[in-house]
């Protein structure tokens, strides 16, 4: 009888939850954040985001860079938002002088909030927040900073309180290493205090009594326990590497990733090496080849999964994912896989070059780590 | 590698989709309806029914009888429906006659829904739906029917297309026997039509996109594989049972379970017996005990879950839930464990005399199983 | 390829195999013996303890009072070694007063050891080891004291050191609450010592390259790795409710077992309350009715799994478990169970008698456990 | 309480147990074979195979080559028997012709059975057992012929029956890709009707009665059953793939292995191509390097797990294990990780050019798999 019926009322329960708020804080680098999580998806965080920090009509200034970032500025304006677009090439990053632009031009302080995501995982590309938050300041522009750090949180370094984030916005699924199911928020108390007044209907994502019975160590709904568990799991993993270590780990496997790739004769998407994703790498299918082909020959060969090219850049890339808890020689692996699956579809690749420079690459920052043990 | 990216559009993941989205039909007993699954909870699912079927300033007739009724009505309500209640006491089911009296006073058809909740959690009252459709049948009136069926799908009889159900909604955590985390509705193509005029904001829950990414074995967001797992296997358990029999034994148990209430002494919430619910009893709390206080005796002293009163019936009843997986001895342990539970708080109860009349039960319909085998 | 190759003999897994062995010590209550570790069973453990104490030819006396202390003595046979039993009816416990007949009618210390199931899981019988042990030393008795401690350990009180046991044996699957796969030993310093010359043929067995490699960390053999981290788990389990509570618990539930079964009109097979088993219960069947065909007829009418007579009470015993992680609740359905089948099975039982029995006294001791708490 | 008791007598473990064996008849390839399982191990399956064939004072050929093979003539030793040892060097196979020399030269057939290894994994070379059955038969001899799989069933080609083998015994950790914790054997008639007079003492080994109960469905010791389903999954997949793409796949990638090896500017331990592993490459460590030293710094550096150099090549040899469900891509991985490692432990090794002659091995082989596609 205990196991059917609902048993997330105790004492038990509250410590774990507890547990698990106080250590995504640490993740997102914040004191001062809220955490509120639902179940859900990072696309219900964008909705959860959007409805409780906003009203129907509010103009919103939406950074676009890639198919996500244009997701998150359709669920906005699906809620009746205007959404001023500030449009930027697949493969640039946003510019912080041109989100600036705009906000000088907002002389009245029509904008409520700036949309921006941290890390495109269509084009490989990772935004400057820190830069945004500064010329923010800098014209003291009230608007809300809200941010989707669906594939940076816990891979690549961003700080929620450092750089006053209002709302930042993920899933469990990328750099927490768990199942997908979970929509992810850390709040700011200027986002809270917004909300109060947000007029945009909302029942099931209202974090209002999300925090209230949080406090209380409940949930206003039947909680995925499992997903708690796991929560509290991976956020040990990552305090027991450390997050610079983990952040330094990424970007090492990234670079050997990106050197394999140019190795291969191949170029990346992304337009700016300060801009180069620690997470994912998009490579530029070569002139005549379709990228869609050439993924699915990859899987149906080698059994390799590829990301597709979205949006604008459907057909002419392809997208490799180095995070979460990926280790040098699966990295190595996969890139053979590569190789071998581009040479086969009659791209004319050197088979173990690629590999040699992201082997020699992975040697050289390996013998450093080496120094620096007892 | 083949972990860290989004392994989700292959042949094999749409064959499980689409394995998964049949069987629900089966379960919800239906060949016209249309499933949709999103992540989620049974919460969600009220807000996704709301939202796709409807429109702010619609007025809908909220039919309510107990905690889980009202927040259905107050999910409507907080998307700018105007609810219509048609309350009942807790412990009453919903009235066909007093939904066809409300119904028939609407003349020009200005309802656009009735809401009810098929079995009602908090009170443990099964209501007919059955007789709601045919006196809007009678009356030829066009509202749409939405039922919650969180705790009856697949324990108690629900018949959708038999009783012209518009939307029934559920999760996961009930009779289907996995751990929460989904929202789950069969829509009628009359709900689905209605949906293509509704125009209450809706962008994660609306289920236009996920129809039509499910038709290419797809779906518009990272789906939790590990659920529709769960739900193939779940789905293979209540096909070898079949549906019947797994309706007959929560009948039996249930039955069992009431027997064993009233040989203790106590009483019932729900006030007529063609309406008890077989999921879940709720019990009176005797005369100058606190129903909240004897449940955290109960957890505490014998490490048994009951559930609160919620609602109107807070401190005055507690409920014993007997759905999904439970057999004879389970419930037999845990109606000892209710007995010993209120003895040790105070309430007179004859130990023992409880469970005789369960197991007498139990003896005289098992008995007649055994003479149906071969 | 990491899973590929043999990864058993890095820092982790010694620190894991040490902290394994030393928990064990404490469950065995020894500070002094050796713990051996081998894949397979209590059968093998039996084995195992025979192999490697003694020669071919040795003569030994052999304690018998069941099934399991007769097989024990067949292994001892099987080896080449010269039996002489000592019998006791089924359902009474060893006499440590016959056993010092024995042995002082031994006055050439012919009798190299004195082999003795702690508890009988046949016949539901705890023998006095300590008894057993005093006689020995006060004859000055040089023989090895080899002690079957499957069904014990863990559940009821035995003490390696103070008992100066030569060697204990069991499995996993009982009191350590986990599959089984395993024979596990604990060996004194004397066993050790006869080890040595010691002439029974031995390879798999042998004890001295298990104890050589364990203290550098490692095996001689694969590993089953998955045991090792549950019995590290289990042993935290157990240090985490205490021994004394362990025991504690197991008695109080054995008593209420005890108590429902005579409430019920029916015999225990053990002759003396002192010997009672805490962790099984041997119910003789009522005249004129046949235990295996009962238990036949429990398992397909509701599921319930009771153990069958074995050896010469075999058609006339049924034997109930309640020993592991068992908590009240499932102790009382299963008694529920029993005395449904009993009374479908034709016998004329009182339902409900004998719960009421076990409640009552689980009610009175679970109070005093109450006023213990802070 | 249906946990705390034994429940493996029941129709499905039957039905379990009999699938299994059914299921390994075929990985065997025997019709005529008799599978025995006992909770164990591979050196326990060597016990249980001298044990039950043999008698103390029986002389036997035992066929060395390696570590492994040496070990089970060990434990023929520890139990008795005489071991004439027919010795190869470290690399090299058994060669039939020589066994045949021992067998002719055994006029008075004192000799009961030979010894061999079917692949020795301390040193990667896999022995023409066919051949030696040949010289057998040719030379009418009727020793039994007792062969360890260990390394080889369900990876490299063994046929129990059209070899006319006797006993062919293993563990599951290998091919079956399991955990360990089992001896598995296939048993011959004339084995079994050897064992009825063979004189070895045993009891826990012995086979006959498991024989006798698993024949009604039942074990004559608690069973491992976490196993048995593990093997009914194991099974599956094996039958799924076929055997004969399961030795294809593994030949393949061995060889991608060998030519990876070579390209590195390295030896293989073994002597003749047709005698190579498919499961397992012994790569000679080059001159002034210690194989030790440089696997403790793979493991370090990089997390990479190489087997050892075991007896006579202590030092000499590191192991590359390809065996179970490895994939191309985790092979590639793996040889990167063996190239990086080699460099960073001072080995001149041409980064890139063992992974490329790898890889083209690879796809050039699957080009041929994917024209056979429909």
Redesign the interface.
Known sequence: ???????HR?PKFAALLWEVLEGLKTVFQTSRGHIVL???????A??ACVVNALS?GDRVLGCVNGHFSTLFC??AA???LEVDKLEFAYGDGISADQVAERLAADKNHQLKAVLVVHNETSTGVTSNIAAIRQAMDRLRHPALLLVDVVSSLASIDFRFDEWNVDVALT?P?KGLML????AILAVSNKALEASKSAR???????WAPVLARNARGEF????????LFGLKESLAILAEETLPEVFRRHARLAEACRRAVRAMGLRLLASNPEEYSNTLTAVQMPEGFDSDAFIAHA?R???????VGLGKVKGKVF??????S?????????L??V??AL??FGVNVP???G???A??Y??ET??RR?EREP
């Open positions: 009888m205990s196991q059917s019926l609902i048993d105790g639902f179940p859900g998806s990072g696309t219900g964008w909705e129907p359709q669920t699906a809620h009746g899933g699924q199942p997908p199911g979970m945009c209907p909302r029942s099931f994502w209202d206003p709904y039947t909680p995925a326990t499992a997903l899987q060969s080698l059994d390799i999964s590829l990301g997208r490799i994912g180095h995070l979460g990926l280790n040098e020689m699966e990295l190595l692996g996969g053979a896989g190789e071998m040479k086969s088979l173990g070059a590999l040699a420079a082997e020699a992975l040697m390996a013998s080496e």
